[in-house]
């Protein structure tokens, strides 16, 4: 897996202190986080995230959407969801300037490669990992454009800065305007060579994949806040398996129905996990022996067909037996 990670990563224990809380847009706030002794935080790069630790078993994962050459704070916003466990809820109505907030990671399963121009697709939330790339492109000089819809301007975190920052490179498209976005004159419009970036709800996602798939001459990088949908075509959830760790040669049973993570965590062995939804990255183990049932989204098509690394937290195995890094 082409995973970044930042220099410095903040453990379990790591709390900051958020120094500001500002309204971006129609349900959106954003966080500024410093050091509560005013210690430089950890760099970063862009498309990374950091886990926020919001409750006993609330862990959430927010995008960095601020300045990566400013070490003094680290910035995140976050979308109210009505529909959610409370994540959002627990920002948007009880933390307050002052609050010291448990923090882990950093992680970046969203790197930014170099290209010879790139073309951003945003939908909603999904500027802000987005935005630290613009800043970074556009000082590099590459040729790059925006193509940032919402539900209606008055929802789209960020736009109004984005558009007024960079007039010549950003096209906002709220749906209640121009209706969907024109996703297919967009990938027809860029030269051979380009990135594209895209982040958003699953039907922009999927929809940009199908749009990219007739396009063999330039590379589709996109990134989930929720697990996109897998069609389970094995019986791989109703059969148990063996999970045996490399470096003891000890053996764990992971029961039908039972994900490989849990089953480790019964038995006691130390794995880091996070969103248990095979979203964040943060579970990942390297695989030496056997063939997994990839259930992430995290892992490219090519990644997950290399067959050298899983996510325990919702993946599971088409073999009897898999052999683990652990």
């Known amino acids: 897996m082409s995973e970044v990670l930042t220099a410095t990563e903040f453990s379990g224990d790591a709390k900051l202190r958020v120094a500001a809380k500002q309204v971006e847009a129609e349900g959106v706030v954003s966080l500024t986080l410093v050091d509560p002794d005013g210690n430089p935080l950890p760099s970063w790069e862009p498309g990374a995230h950091l886990d926020l630790i919001l409750g006993d078993d609330l862990i959430r994962q927010y995008s960095l959407c601020g300045d990566v050459t400013d070490r003094d704070r680290l910035r995140v916003a976050v979308l109210r969801e009505p529909a959610g466990q409370g994540g959002s809820a627990r920002v948007h109505d009880e933390l307050t300037v002052g609050d010291l907030i448990a923090v882990k990671g950093l992680r970046n399963n969203f790197p930014l490669v170099g290209a010879d121009s790139y073309l951003f697709v945003a939908g909603g939330i999904g500027i802000t990992p987005l935005a630290p790339m613009i800043a970074e492109v556009d000082a590099r000089g ?3 454009t925006l193509l940032f819809g919402g539900r209606t301007a008055s929802g789209m ?3 109004e800065t984005l558009a007024q920052q960079y007039p010549d490179h950003v096209r906002l498209r709220p ?7 024109d996703l297919g004159s967009a990938i027809a419009e860029v030269p051979p060579g380009t990135a594209v970036y895209c982040c958003g709800p699953e039907p922009l996602l999927a929809a940009i994949e199908a749009v990219c798939a007739t396009r063999s001459d330039i590379e589709l990088h996109v990134e989930r806040f929720a697990p996109k949908i897998v069609v389970d075509d094995s019986d791989s ?8 760790l490399g470096r003891s040669g000890r053996t764990v049973t992971v029961s039908a129905g039972e994900s490989v993570l849990d089953a480790l965590l019964e038995d006691g062995v130390d794995v880091d996990f ?3 939804e095979g979203t964040c990255g943060t579970c990942e ?8 049932d990839h259930r992430d989204s995290v892992l490219s098509e090519d990644e997950q067909a290399a067959n050298d690394c ?5 993946s599971r195995s088409c073999t009897p037996k898999l052999v683990l890094d652990l």
Not at 237 to 244: G, K, M, P, R
Not at 285 to 292: A, C, D, F, S, T
Not at 310 to 314: D, E, Y
């Open 274 to 276: 996070s969103c248990r």
């Open 285 to 292: 183990q390297g695989v030496l022996e056997g063939v997994p």
């Open 157 to 159: 975190a960020f736009a």
């Open 310 to 314: 899983m996510m325990v937290c919702v």
């Open 175 to 181: 749906q209640d305007e121009y209706g969907l976005l």
């Open 237 to 244: 959830t109703d059969e148990a398996f063996e999970v045996v």
């Open 142 to 144: 590459v040729e790059w």
